[in-house]
């Protein structure tokens, strides 16, 4: 994302595992650089931080009832449409990549510790329209 966060990077607050709601910024979505998942970008809602999660698309042919892939010899392949909505409904985590005070060595992320679902979420792409979770 190009535009400046309203609100500075809190680097000084401790890392504290904390359900944060649900994010009142808009988050967009954008292809994986490998086109195998998508990147969900936006700012953290506690530590007002830069964060990026990419999120792997289910590999048709990985799986159980794969099998007919695997036996007709075919890759598998990435679903090709995005489901945004999804991304609504999934629990997000802090990725501002700032150590913040008190991290734990075990941390699963590196960063606040907060956790949110995302209101809205916005294309990267203009040809696909914003999805909000209702």
Not at 16 to 27: I, L, S, T, V, Y
Not at 58 to 64: R, Y
Not at 108 to 131: H, I, K, N, Q, T
């Amino acid at each position: 994302m190009t535009e400046r966060p309203a609100t500075p990077h809190d680097l000084h607050s401790e890392y504290a595992e904390q359900d944060a709601g649900e994010a009142a910024g808009p988050f967009v979505w954008r292809a994986s650089p490998d086109g195998q998942g998508v990147v969900l970008e936006g700012n953290c809602p506690r530590c007002h931080g830069r964060t990026a999660t990419e999120i792997r698309r289910g590999l048709p042919g990985t799986g159980a009832k794969g099998i007919r892939d695997w036996l007709s010899g075919t890759p598998p392949r990435p679903a090709p449409a995005v489901d945004a909505a999804a991304l609504t409904r999934e629990r997000h985590f802090c990725e501002c990549g700032h150590p913040h005070p008190q991290l734990p060595a075990d941390a699963p992320f590196v960063g606040c510790g907060a956790s949110w679902r995302v209101a809205v979420v916005l294309p990267g792409d203009v040809d696909e329209p914003p999805v909000n979770a209702g």
